[in-house]
């Protein structure tokens, strides 16, 4: 098995953001409110990269199953989730700094560069199919009713079974994201059971 931990999460880009969630952490000031709100955020965050991460085959068909029936991102939907809770949890005048730098970055930055990146590479393998798909699901909030490749639109059915594997979530090396959410939530409980 590969190591769950992903090397290019620790990128020098990414230093001053890691610096900054261990600053928080060190001194968040966190309630029982902002752990419940919070917590919830994480823990809908973590379901939904699960549940995307079971589903997604990189590189061998267009997944449109699970989650990405409903929107086309649900990994990154979970991250942006994961990331709006924990400054929730951390509270205090962390959360808002927090947030002022989490949501420009991901909205700004990372989101568009990742969607047009990506969307590229899946169009131009995938073609009418991925363009039917793209203009059908949206990106980050889900659609309520599943989306289903139509016979009319020239589209065809993914290939593949469709349900959620549990190899597709270790292939996906998503592991590492459920090891280091039960750390950090370990690390908030410890903290905030400690004099303020």
Not at 20 to 43: D, E, K, N, R
Not at 53 to 69: I, M
Not at 166 to 185: I, S
Request: one cysteine or more; glycine letters at 12%.
């Amino acid at each position: 098995m590969r190591s769950p931990v992903r090397l290019k999460n620790f990128r020098p880009r990414l230093l001053p953001i890691w610096a900054l969630w261990i600053a928080a952490l060190l001194l968040s000031q966190p309630t029982p409110v902002g752990a419940a709100v919070g917590g919830g955020m994480v823990v809908v965050g973590g379901l939904l990269r699960t549940w995307g991460a079971g589903h997604l085959v990189k590189n061998e068909r267009l997944t449109v199953t699970g989650p990405y029936a409903h929107l086309r991102h649900p990994l990154y939907a979970g991250s942006l989730l994961l990331g709006v809770g924990t400054a929730i949890i951390v509270g205090g005048a962390w959360a808002l700094v927090l947030l002022a730098v989490l949501l420009p970055w991901f909205f700004a930055s990372y989101f568009p560069h990742k969607e047009r990146s990506e969307g590229a590479k899946l169009e131009a393998r995938y073609g009418a199919a991925y363009a039917d798909y793209r203009a059908a699901v949206p990106a980050l909030l889900p659609r309520l009713r599943a989306w289903a490749p139509s016979t009319e639109t020239g589209a065809s059915a993914p290939s593949g079974h469709g349900r959620w594997s549990g190899r597709c979530y270790v292939d996906n090396n998503e592991l590492g994201t459920a090891l280091g959410l039960m750390a950090g939530l370990s690390v908030y409980a410890v903290r905030a059971s400690l004099p303020l």
